[in-house]
């Protein structure tokens, strides 16, 4: 049980072997997914992650193995625990501004590569789209998701995926939380989002209660900005 991990000095080990071992893509993939279960279900485990540098032996292992879809998708799934511990640090001003800068740009780079490499993968979809979507509640986080790529990594994954309900789910909610940046709401038109949307939402209205609403909220956003664009076209 992860409390007993966490007793245990479990997470301290399984970072340890990470360290020993990171040429060996089956000790990485191993060890990211025991970490993301452990963090998943044990405040303690995410804060030990922490200040053990976990977030950082996560980005590694990643950076070092793009071809393993394994290690992505339980990366991507620890990076998003490990990430959210660390905005905590930044908000409490226990982490200097230009650290916490620049590990967000890691963090957000490492995850949306991971979706181009692994386009067929579900796994990597679905938890490179749920950290996407927890970072992009964060404010800081918005302008610089869109920034790399990730609209459009999101609108590929509701594209390539579309009968999974999981990667449905968290699109719409990554897309959602994007779109209270004016870009994002122009990138999300501009690539065809709001179709893709529509789509999501007729395909999964009876299999999820989280598709539609997260879907029409984005939708209000994007068309929003649509209006405010007309506007300003048709005046100028």
């Known amino acids: 049980p992860p409390r007993r991990i966490a007793r245990a000095g479990g997470v301290e080990a399984v970072l340890a072997a990470m360290r020993r071992h990171r040429a060996a893509a089956v000790v990485q993939e ?11 279900e044990c405040d303690a485990n995410v804060v030990t992650a922490y200040t053990e540098r976990g977030l950082d032996e996560v980005l590694r292992a990643m950076s070092a193995h793009v071809g393993f879809a394994g290690i992505q998708g339980a990366g991507c ?3 998003r625990l ?30 949306i590569r991971a979706m181009r490499a692994h386009e067929d993968s579900p796994l990597v979809q679905e938890t490179a789209c749920m950290a996407l979507m927890d970072w992009a509640a964060d404010p800081s986080y918005r302008r610089a998701i869109g920034a790399r790529g990730g609209v459009e990594a999101v ?20 897309l959602f939380n994007l779109a209270f940046v004016t870009e994002n709401c122009e990138k999300i038109h501009n690539e065809g989002g709001v179709a893709v949307a529509g789509a999501a939402k ?23 900005w649509e209006r405010a664009d007309a506007g300003d076209t048709s005046s100028s």
């Open 155 to 174: 609108l590929s994954a509701l594209r390539l995926h579309e009968a999974s309900v999981e990667i449905a789910e968290q699109a719409c909610g990554a």
């Open 77 to 79: 799934g620890a990076l």
């Open 82 to 111: 490990s990430a959210s511990a660390f905005q905590t640090r930044v908000r409490q001003n226990v982490v200097k501004a230009t650290e916490a800068a620049q590990t967000q740009q890691r963090a957000v780079e490492t995850v």
């Open 30 to 40: 191993a060890a990211c997914g025991a970490l993301w279960r452990a963090m998943a």
């Open 202 to 224: 007729r395909r999964h209205f009876l299999t999820s209660l989280d598709v539609i609403p997260r879907a029409e909220a984005m939708l209000v956003k994007v068309r929003a």
